[in-house]
């Protein structure tokens, strides 16, 4: 069975303080591993879509890497309007469903 | 407005009851999603349309929900003799439909609320 699990579940950073956030997961055979970031009240927003190990891709002050058994969300020089909750999902080969993790949630304090 | 549109956005019933949610997709994405979503988890998946076909159902599905999207246009999920743990935020997403593509960039409507007594 597809699994995806995110740590840490919470996440408290100062304005300026980078990070990164971990997603590992298990499927039989991995069509993409996608990033989402979801506010409070909305529903989840796309950020990244990953396909192979080594790939990376960027976004402002965010940007995602992928190995065979996680993908890792780094978020430089935080600002408090990234606070959210970011989600990592993985899809399967031979599905078209995402296997969503639980999130972490981000609060940058300014 | 053209994103992914749900009514209602927040329904309160009586457990037993049934209540139905309607999604208007992005007008020309041909695959439809349903989610569900409780606090402090990441969104569950239910069921996936393309266009009118249903084509891949959770197996955690009761049968007491039912999908449909007449015309392959918009989706109703209903649940029957609903049940407290029945109460989440179910999220619609869709997506546009590119061949054999690995297209995981979903769009997602602001869900429908569902509290059940």
């Known amino acids: 069975e597809d699994q995806v699990t995110q740590s840490p579940e919470a996440l408290r950073l100062q304005e300026g303080e980078s990070s990164s956030l971990n997603c590992s997961y298990t499927?039989?055979?991995?069509?993409?591993l996608f990033w989402y970031r979801q506010d409070p009240g909305k529903g989840p927003e796309f950020l990244f879509t990953?396909?192979?190990a080594g790939e990376e891709k960027e976004k402002e002050r965010l940007k995602a890497t992928l190995t065979k058994k996680e993908s890792f969300l780094h978020i430089t020089a935080p600002k408090p309007e990234d606070s959210a909750t970011y989600l990592c999902a993985a899809m399967d080969t031979g599905r078209r469903a995402l296997t969503f993790g639980s999130g972490t949630r981000l609060q940058v304090q300014p | 407005d053209t994103g992914v549109s749900q009514n209602p956005r927040h329904k309160i019933t009586k457990r037993g009851q049934n209540v139905t949610f309607r999604c208007d997709p992005i007008s020309e994405h041909n695959r439809l999603y349903w989610y569900r979503q409780t606090l402090g988890q990441g969104p569950e998946f239910l069921t996936y349309?393309?266009?009118?076909?249903?084509?891949?159902k959770s197996r955690l599905l009761s049968d007491r929900f039912s999908a449909e999207r007449p015309k392959g246009s918009f989706s109703t999920l209903e649940i029957q003799r609903t049940e407290q743990g029945d109460s989440a935020m179910y999220l619609c997403a869709s997506s546009p439909f590119l061949g054999q593509a690995a297209t995981g960039e979903l769009f997602f409507g602001e869900g429908s609320r569902l509290t059940v007594l």
């Open positions: 499927v039989s055979g991995l069509r993409g």
């Open positions: 990953l396909y192979s």
């Open positions: 349309f393309q266009n009118e076909a249903q084509l891949e």
